[in-house]
């Protein structure tokens, strides 16, 4: 018998342990509910698999009474809007000032330590200063994301560029070339794929900061959504809507990595130069 | 020493980091067309003095000219490097890889050539690679190499420049015995075909003896024990080597 450490699975073992966590949930959250139901068939804690696909329905396929929309697609576009605007200048600001800072030294001394404070501010506190400047439009909830993720990116990126090897840059400029060009055909280069890093692994905060937005003051998204039918402790809804985030935040994590893999072929070859 | 002013000359050069004396009272003068081997032990101001002539460090005291003038003090396209790693871009292809310094010489606002042009880079690119023997890897990325084929592209990589030195710090210490002996008859065919002069720091005594036409010994002269930094190193050797011979013996 080898060492645990050692063990690797075969691909058909790896994708049914993948799966049997999932599984296993799936059964406990069934027969927990059936249990419940069997007790109190009014009980909305854990509503039947039925219940939840019919309310699927009922937020997807059938117009609302109130507007005639169909509220699962309107709130979907309305949250995907917000979130892709933000997490897009996010990333643009995160990159200019990350390069900026990780490969001139003369701007990073006078800017990092202000972006390094910046980013320590929660965004949430300052979420109410948002909505009395911008007020309560798009543009507030566009801010707080932004707010929150853009210096996390920025820094990942400066220390990114940081750890560059010096030999690439000395090297450039044994080449002829300037200070742009350095940027431009190797810092800029180099960096990209870690963009692409950053922004997948901030995409959880982005979320987290929409959500929030859109319970506090929104007419429609998938946070503005589950914090109304909370009222009626609409678990049938919540549920549904939850699972849908999830799946969007996996698909968009699994998307970049995609185009990552693609438009940086060298960036995952594993050797280091 | 010759009458005429040299390439590089030290005029009395001193460095120090903190307490640390690494180099003193350093002189020497190197004549174009030389290949200067500079070997030493661990610390005693080989890749210092490199750096120094690359423009990357500055003296503390006395000067480095080139061609009688102070040297300019950060690195340009006079001066080409191949250092031990990190030499070649691991997001470029082969190809980008030599093609870049003309691409950034010939475009000083996007650096990057198109047409006629680009197709004039790749032809000299191509020419180059074929003398290093990389023309059949110029679609590949530099991590799908061998350090040697690497070292083949950064040398290929530099020479697209036309620096008048070619600086290389121990640019085969991390190869096998026989891709190193390949990569001296190379480096031998280049600077002949190039007419370069070359400095190279080693701490192969035999790589610097075989490839050189003048070794340089930098070692400290003075030593004292209790203080063991509070003296620099110094050139203590500087051997004229015959290298008309073919004295290129397998490593």
Not at chain 1, 78 to 81: G, K, Q
Not at chain 2, 53 to 56: A, D, F, R, S, T
């Given at each position: 018998m ?10 058909a ?13 799936l059964?406990?959250?069934v ?6 139901l069997?007790a109190?068939?009014?009980d909305?804690l ?6 939840i696909?019919a309310?699927?329905e009922?937020?997807?396929l059938?117009?609302s009474?109130?507007s005639?929309?169909?509220l ?5 576009a309305?949250?995907?809007?917000r979130l ?14 990350g390069i900026?800072?990780g ?14 404070s910046?980013?320590m501010i929660?965004?949430?506190?300052v979420?109410p200063?948002?909505f ?8 507030s ?10 210096p996390v990116?920025?820094r990942d ?7 560059i ?7 450039a ?8 060009l350095?940027?431009?055909r190797?810092?800029?280069?180099l960096?990209?794929?870690?963009l ?6 901030s ?10 937005a859109?319970a506090?003051a929104?007419t429609?998204?998938l946070?503005?959504r ?9 678990m049938?809804v919540i ?5 849908w985030?999830?799946l969007?935040?996996?698909t968009?994590d699994?998307v970049?990595r ?5 438009a940086?072929?060298?960036h ?6 | 020493?010759?009458?005429t ?5 030290a005029?009395?050069v001193?460095?120090?980091?903190g ?6 009272r ?11 081997a500079?070997v030493?032990a661990?610390?005693c101001?080989?890749?210092t003095?490199?750096r120094m002539?690359?423009?990357?460090e ?6 480095i ?5 102070p040297l300019r ?15 070649v ?5 082969v190809l980008?890889?030599?093609m870049?310094?003309?691409e950034?010489?010939?475009?000083k ?9 680009r ?7 191509l ?16 991590s799908?190499l ?7 592209l950064a ?9 008048r030195?070619?600086l290389?710090?121990e ?8 891709i190193r002996?390949?990569m ?6 280049l600077?002949?075909?190039?007419k ?10 035999k ?9 340089f010994?930098?070692?400290k ?18 051997l ?10 397998p490593?």
């Open positions: 080898k060492r645990l450490i050692n063990l690797r699975p075969q691909r073992t790896a994708i049914t342990l993948a799966l049997l966590p999932f599984v296993l949930v059964l406990a959250y027969s927990f509910s059936s249990e419940r069997a109190n068939p009014n909305k854990l509503p039947a698999v039925t219940s696909g309310a699927i009922r937020m997807a059938v117009p009474k109130r005639g929309e169909l699962w697609w309107v709130d979907t309305a949250s995907l809007r892709t605007t933000a997490v897009a200048i996010s990333a643009a600001i995160g990159l200019v000032v900026t800072l490969a001139l030294p003369l701007f990073s001394a006078g800017l990092s330590p202000f972006v390094a910046v980013s929660p965004p949430m506190a979420l200063i948002l009395i400047v911008f007020g309560l439009g798009e543009l909830k566009v801010v707080l994301i932004v707010f929150g993720i853009a990116i920025a990126i400066q220390g990114r560029v940081r750890e090897p010096r030999e690439l840059i000395v090297k400029q044994t080449l002829g070339a300037s200070t742009w350095v940027i431009l190797v810092v800029l280069p960096a990209l794929p870690r692409i890093d950053a922004v997948r692994l995409l959880g905060a982005a979320w987290l900061f929409l959500i929030a859109e506090i929104a429609d998204g946070g503005y589950i914090f109304l039918v909370r009222r009626y402790l609409a049938d549920l549904p809507y939850v699972l985030i999830t969007l935040a996996y968009m699994r970049l995609f185009v990552s893999r693609k940086f072929p060298w995952n070859m594993g050797a280091s130069v | 020493m010759s009458t002013v040299p390439l590089i000359e005029r009395n001193w460095k120090r980091y307490d640390n004396v690494v180099l003193e350093l002189n020497l003068r190197i004549d174009a067309g030389e290949f200067c500079v030493g661990s610390g101001g080989k890749t003095f490199l002539v690359l423009g990357e500055p003296p503390d005291k006395g000067a000219l080139l061609d009688g003038q003090m950060e690195p340009d396209s006079e001066r080409g490097i191949v250092f031990q790693r990190y030499s871009f691991p997001h470029l292809t980008a890889n030599v870049l310094a003309r950034l010489k010939e475009s606002l996007v650096g990057r050539l198109f047409g006629a042009r197709r004039a880079a790749e032809e000299e690119a020419t180059l690679l074929a003398q290093v023997g990389l023309a059949s890897a110029q679609r590949r990325y530099p799908e061998s350090g040697g084929m690497q070292q083949r040398l290929a990589q530099s020479l697209i420049a036309r620096p030195i070619l290389l710090d640019p085969f210490g991390a190869l096998d015995p026989g002996h390949d001296h008859v190379l480096v031998t065919d600077w002949q075909a190039h370069l002069t070359v400095l190279m720091i080693t701490h192969d005594l790589e610097g003896f075989a490839l050189g036409t003048r070794l010994v930098f070692d002269v003075r030593a004292d024990p209790q203080e063991p930094n509070a003296y620099g190193a110094n050139v203590t050797y500087d004229p080597l015959n290298r008309h011979s073919p004295v290129l013996a490593a």
